[in-house]
């Protein structure tokens, strides 16, 4: 069962967030829910560049996305980033590079992207590296959002608040609290796909 610190539940409804992290817990696991860090673009760029001067590196692109990418939105401490190849198959030969970086492979029931992971150690983030087919790049949706949040603050507030709610809410599950955010998160989509002149998304398997 999740849990939130009382001291903090006390912040939360006061308005007086950033000057804390929320920490939620499931037994030794722990998630943060931190207030914007202007160091975070400058961590990603820092494991953009690692990344593309390994041996052999396949990516084409590589992205920072999710809550870190988007400037004075709260965030749990993990630098996400995307990156491209021209066939996934590409990335299979590049795995022991990643290892020695600390990645891990993660199962996340994607059937067209690879993902891995790397822990937080002391004084940095953690990281998530999403791997797409170089053919799908200019339609991903994390682009999309980010892109589209970062053009409309006021989505960025909207979607803060969401995260504050639902931290508070003591949701059982990880799961349970990435889902309570889908509808929200699938409505902005939408409009971003509209406004960046792409198709209405039908189908959010991958």
């Known amino acids: ?77 993990v630098i996400d980033l995307m990156a491209s190849a021209t066939l996934l198959e590409e990335v299979e030969a590049f795995l022991p590079q990643l290892k020695k970086l600390g990645y891990q492979p993660l199962d996340g029931g994607f059937r067209r992207r690879r993902s891995f992971g790397r822990s937080a150690n002391e004084g940095s983030e953690a990281y998530n590296l999403h791997i797409v087919p170089a053919c799908q790049w200019a339609d991903k949706d994390e682009r999309l959002f980010r892109d589209w949040l970062c053009s409309h603050p006021s989505v960025v507030q909207e ?14 599950t990880i799961a349970d609290y990435t889902d309570a955010k889908g509808e929200f998160i699938r409505s902005e989509i939408q409009k971003a796909r509209a406004a960046f002149g792409k198709p209405r998304r039908t189908d959010w398997r991958e």
Not at 7 to 20: Q, V, Y
Not at 38 to 61: A, G, I, K, V, Y
Not at 159 to 172: D, G, H, R
Request: charged share 25%.
């Open 1 to 77: 069962m999740w849990r939130i610190r009382a001291e903090h539940l006390d912040l939360l409804f006061s308005g007086r967030f950033n000057n804390f992290e929320v920490r939620m817990f499931r037994d030794t696991q722990v998630i943060h829910i931190a207030p914007y860090d202007p160091r975070w673009p400058d961590r990603f760029l820092n494991e953009r560049n690692q990344l593309l001067s390994c041996p052999d590196c396949p990516f084409l692109e590589i992205e920072h996305i999710g809550s870190t990418s988007v400037p004075g939105l709260v965030a749990k401490p």
């Open 159 to 172: 979607y803060a608040a969401l995260k504050k709610e639902l931290a508070a809410m003591n949701l059982p």
